[in-house]
């Protein structure tokens, strides 16, 4: 297993939960919400520094079938964005079926309204760190995919 913290990221259309694993990448927890749009690149890059992490997973949304539709494709150009803010610490991408239903149901009983939605989206990013975490302990290989950062004439940050 690798060594050092690593940074999930899960990015919806107004919110993008952002959690943070130990440095020996064993254990997730949640770190913040950020609002989506204006600034939250630069947000996401301050948390990286802040917490010192060494990698960025992102979370791929797809069907349960595999297949990948709207949300995957900017999900995959948001964190090709990412890639090109964060260089050199790589950015990942890896599946994320059902994470959001898992932590709607962790929450469901502990919050309600406005409050659960405020912090889904951040047990989200932990289900999708924990997942990758665990998958990349049990394989010895990083997880997901590599995101390579769009040059400048493929994006206008």
Not at 123 to 134: E, G, M, S
Request: no cysteine; hydrophobic share 40%; proline share 7%.
């Amino acid at each position: 297993m690798r060594r050092g913290v690593r940074l999930g990221v899960d990015p919806g259309d107004a919110r993008i939960g952002v959690a943070r694993s130990d440095p020996s990448g064993i254990l997730a927890t949640p770190v913040e919400t950020v609002r989506r749009g204006k600034g939250d690149l630069r947000r996401i890059h301050q948390i990286l520094r802040a917490e010192g992490a060494v990698e960025v997973i992102v979370g791929l949304p797809r069907s349960l079938s595999g297949r990948e539709g709207p949300a995957a494709v900017k999900t995959r150009e948001f964190a090709a964005r990412l890639a090109r803010r964060l260089a050199p610490v790589p950015v990942r991408l890896v599946d994320e079926r059902l994470t959001t239903v898992t932590a709607e149901a962790m929450l469901r009983d502990q919050r309600k309204g406005a409050k659960r939605r405020a912090v889904v989206d951040q047990v989200a990013a932990v289900v999708i760190l924990q997942q990758a975490l665990d998958a990349e302990r049990a394989t010895d290989t990083p997880p997901g995919e590599l995101v390579t950062p769009p040059t400048d004439e493929e994006t206008h940050d």
